[in-house]
């Protein structure tokens, strides 16, 4: 394999409501993060994964994780892109592609973290998995005025794994300046092209609790 994949697990699931840090909630009896490191470690071109975890959590993440799959576990920081940014760290020099997949979208099969992967072999700098938009989208003013209708076909919901040649991603963390949303946005600030494959509705971002609700059937049918 030539893949490293970055998993950031370190947020708290504020918008799931009370509880555990989200990557540790349950679904199906197990916890958020194991499903998506059990999907990462098997797809065949993945060699290293590293998770950042609540700071709080990483002794028992690691032991959570040992019986999945070799993992290495990080702290994470205070937003999404510090927590990428310190397991970025750890990755080995000598692997040519690293996948950034987000612990919340733990049902992204090992054919997705494939594909991603392929684009960068390819020759992609960065790639990542999109979506249509389904719903009709408006540009509304702060008062509710509708501002008008946006062309929906020109638009992507982007998901994760991302995939980026390692210097590509380490070159944009290192010049990002504000916060991004996504770690393709952090290269598009540096003028790289990023390229999109297609998407997976099972990877869907556990959000809110009609996700995990969502999520605990779409295990019965994967
Ligand atoms: N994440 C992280 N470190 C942070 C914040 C988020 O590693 N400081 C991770 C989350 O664990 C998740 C992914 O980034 O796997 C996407 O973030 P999101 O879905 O927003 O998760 P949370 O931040 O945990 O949720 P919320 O925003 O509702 O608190
Ligand atoms: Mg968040």
Do not use: Y
């Not at 709080?56 to 799959?69: D, F, G, N």
């Not at 090992?110 to 072999?121: G, I, Y």
């Not at 995939?163 to 540096?190: C, I, Q, Y």
């Amino acid at each position: 394999g030539d893949v490293a994949v970055v998993v950031p697990a370190a947020g708290a699931g504020v918008r799931l409501g009370p509880g555990a840090p989200k990557a540790l909630r349950l679904l199906d009896g197990e916890p958020l993060l194991v499903h998506a490191v059990r999907r990462a470690a098997a797809a065949p071109s993945v060699r290293v994964i590293v998770v950042a975890a609540p700071a709080a959590e990483v002794e028992s993440v690691r032991v959570l994780l040992a019986p999945i799959a070799p993992v290495t576990v990080v702290a994470g920081g205070a937003e999404r892109q510090d927590s990428v940014a310190a397991a970025l760290d750890v990755v080995p020099d000598d692997v040519g592609i690293v996948l950034v997949h987000d612990a919340a979208r733990c049902l992204a099969p090992a054919d997705l973290f494939e594909s991603v992967a392929a684009a960068v072999r390819d020759g992609a700098d960065a790639v990542i998995p999109a979506l249509p938009v389904v719903d009709t989208i408006k540009q509304v003013a702060t008062d509710g005025t509708v501002l008008g209708t946006v062309d929906r076909s020109v638009l992507r919901a982007v998901q994760t794994p991302q995939g980026f040649r390692l210097p590509v991603l380490r070159a944009a963390h290192a010049a990002a300046a504000d916060l991004h949303t996504d770690d393709a946005g952090a290269v598009e600030k540096l003028g790289r092209p990023v390229v999109c494959v297609p998407g997976s509705d099972f990877a869907l971002k556990i959000t809110r609790p009609l996700d995990l609700a969502l999520a605990t059937h779409l295990l019965t049918l994967a």
